[in-house]
């Protein structure tokens, strides 16, 4: 059993910065990256960024390079995703997610890719 669980979401104004975090644990759980995704009220789900197992690597959307950050302990079980200047358009519930792999520099941006998620945690950003 893999659990992933996130925190640190909550309301705030357009321009503040919040940090996420993500904590996996499970007995069956081996090296992986790690995505953030989001999804906003009536629309899919939408990568944000991710990093790999060994922190060398990260990918982000457009809409986050510049603003926000990914971050892990390094070959750890623990991760973040560091946002500021946020806009209303941020809005949405985030979701970490983990994707079992054998190479250490991978990370994906698809959702299919990965093999466990957390329950998501909510993001409101008032103008």
């Known amino acids: 059993q893999v659990q992933l669980v996130e925190s640190g979401g909550g309301f705030v104004q357009a321009g503040d910065s919040l940090r996420l975090s993500c904590e996996a644990s499970g007995s069956n759980l081996g090296a992986f990256a790690m995505g953030w995704f989001r999804q906003a009220p009536g629309e899919g789900r939408v990568f944000v960024g991710g990093?790999?197992?060994?922190?060398?690597?990260?990918e982000y959307a457009d809409f986050a390079k510049g603003r926000f950050t990914v971050s892990r302990e390094n070959y750890g079980n623990t991760g973040y995703l560091q946002m500021n200047r946020l806009r209303p358009e941020d809005t949405a519930v985030y979701y970490c997610?983990?994707?079992?792999?054998?190479?250490?520099?991978?990370?994906?941006?698809?959702?299919?890719?990965?093999?466990?998620w957390g329950q998501g945690t909510q993001v409101t950003v008032s103008s």
């Open positions: 997610a983990a994707e079992s792999i054998v190479v250490a520099v991978h990370v994906a941006t698809a959702s299919h890719s990965y093999d466990y």
């Open positions: 990093i790999s197992w060994n922190g060398r690597r990260t």
